[in-house]
């Protein structure tokens, strides 16, 4: 069946260093990949998106790389802050030209001082 | 831009009732929205596809007499939870994107949570 899964359930860095976030999907379809991050008691919130004709993609200090050959996704922020720390989701488009999502099961960052 | 709304952002109610949650899309028209479910320390989960006009798709394992759906306007989508139960509590999500979107983004409401007694 579709999965989208994350290799870390939490993840704590120092601050100012780099974190990197990973997850792994199962359906070869999947066409679209986004990052959202969540915190406490709110919605989603996007943070970057690649699709797949595209192997990274860089936007304000955050980078997603996409991996097709073995279904992997990943999420590097750059200099992590305090205001970084939240849950992150990897979601993807449960097949190609969808508009449905597949959520991953989410990484608690966690950032220390 | 590409502002979604959520209405009540909370909501606690006895067992037996129905809660009515609206999405609304600010200043765009959405002819789809999605509802989504999240349990706590939990990802989301889709519950349904709703299209402006016509009636919703709800995924497998998702009771569409509990969960009524109606997307009567391209910025109204409303999620009734009928005959509540404390199983039901949970936080619900709508998000929705923009017709002629040529990408596949959707922009996600602060969400609901419902607590049910």
Redesign the interface.
């Known amino acids: 069946g579709e999965n989208v899964g994350l290799h870390l359930p939490t993840l704590s860095v120092q601050e100012g260093d780099n974190s990197i976030i990973n997850c792994a999907y199962s359906n070869s379809a999947s066409d679209?990949f986004?990052w959202?991050k969540q915190e406490s008691?709110?919605?989603?919130?996007?943070i970057i998106?690649i699709r797949s004709n595209m192997d990274k993609r860089q936007g304000q200090r955050v980078t997603v790389l996409l991996n097709k050959t073995v279904k992997h996704l990943s999420l590097q922020i750059a200099a992590t802050q305090p205001g970084d720390s939240a849950v992150y989701?990897c979601a993807a488009?449960m097949n190609s030209g969808?508009?449905?999502?597949?959520?991953?099961?989410?990484t608690r960052l966690k950032v220390l001082a | 831009g590409a502002v979604v709304s959520q209405h009540p952002s909370w909501v606690i109610c006895k067992s037996g009732t129905s809660v009515k949650i609206e999405c609304r899309s600010l200043d765009f028209q959405a002819t789809t929205m999605f509802w989504y479910r999240q349990f706590p320390k939990q990802s989301l989960m889709l519950m349904a596809t709703s299209n402006e006009g016509s009636k919703a798709t709800y995924e497998q394992g998702v009771e569409k007499d509990k969960f009524l759906i109606n997307h009567a306007s391209l910025t109204l989508s409303t999620l009734t939870v009928t005959s509540a139960h404390p199983e039901d509590s949970s936080f619900y999500i709508c998000s929705a994107r923009a017709p002629g979107d040529s990408g596949s983004e959707q922009f996600f409401g602060p969400g609901t949570r419902l607590t049910v007694l």
């Not at chain 1, 008691?41 to 996007?46: A, D, I, R, S, T």
């Not at chain 1, 969808?98 to 989410?106: C, N, Q, R």
């Open positions: 679209y986004i959202y008691g709110k919605g989603p919130q996007f998106d989701f488009t969808t508009y449905k999502y597949i959520f991953g099961t989410g």
